[in-house]
């Protein structure tokens, strides 16, 4: 991290007293760490004690963007902007987005915003320069339900653990489930849909399949049959 700029900055805008000078207040410490070069997304300015500081910029350099995050708030305090400030200023940098957006709120980045007077007035509030911009965007839908791009897989595609995540199965369950595509993978039997998984589960539960059933480690017909009922 480096410096902040303390000695540019009039000391009403510190965060700290009108008149006091030049020691760093809260809002110089938070404005040092972001004082770092580099490429970097800007998010907006420092709020402090209900006011905008322009020359205090909020900023997340572009190589931490591959760490986790935690964007939180209250309702209506920025969350969902922030999410489409990064999303928008990762694509203008040339890094694909891929994005769960639940609610479709964030979705609003694929079309070019309306300027309007309190834009216009907040664009200068926080030294930013605003025009309306889309940015190329591509829907998916999970399962085909929906207006985008399908996204579909197959049962083995999807695998045993995301499976036993999605099904809410315990530990037993879980391993139970790996077992199962395991013998389907040594049967060379393809896992199209929960059709195709069911029908193993059942065959392997049946009289005709005891003995198949055996020869998979740990597996119980109660934990099979009751892992096929999900
Ligand atoms: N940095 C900002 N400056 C000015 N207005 C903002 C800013 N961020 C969000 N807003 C406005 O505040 C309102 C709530 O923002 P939103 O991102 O939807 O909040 P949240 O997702 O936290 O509920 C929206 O009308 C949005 O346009
Ligand atoms: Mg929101």
Redesign the pocket.
């Known amino acids: 991290m480096s410096e902040s700029t303390d000695s540019a900055v009039p000391a009403d805008q510190t965060g700290g007293q009108p008149g006091e000078v030049a020691e760093a207040g809260p809002a110089d410490r938070i404005a040092a760490g972001y004082a770092f070069t580099g490429p970097a997304l800007d998010l907006?300015a420092l709020l402090w004690d209900g006011r905008c500081l322009p020359d205090r910029q909020i900023r997340i350099p572009l190589a931490m963007l591959n760490r986790h995050g935690l964007v939180a708030?209250a309702?209506?305090?920025?969350?969902?902007?922030t999410l489409q400030l990064i999303a928008e200023q990762l694509s203008a940098g040339g890094v694909p987005v891929f994005l769960a957006d639940i609610k479709g709120d964030i979705s609003g980045i694929s079309a070019p915003g309306t300027a309007n007077d309190r834009i216009g007035e907040?664009a200068h509030d926080v030294a930013q320069s605003w025009e309306p911009t889309g940015y190329p965007c591509e829907f998916y839908s999970l399962g085909g339900i929906g207006p985008g791009i399908p996204v579909r897989s197959t049962v083995t595609g999807f695998g045993p653990v995301l499976l036993s995540k999605v099904l809410q199965l315990n530990q037993t369950q879980e391993q139970s489930l790996g077992l199962i595509f395991h013998y389907a993978d040594t049967k060379g039997l393809e896992l199209i849909d929960l059709k195709d998984l069911r029908a193993v589960v059942a065959f392997l539960v049946s009289d005709q399949g005891k003995s198949e059933l055996k020869g998979i480690g740990g597996l119980s017909t109660v934990t099979a049959g009751v892992t096929c009922g999900r």
Do not use: D
């Not at 309702?75 to 902007?81: D, E, I, N, R, S």
């Open positions: 907006g708030g309702t209506g305090t920025g969350k969902t902007k907040r």
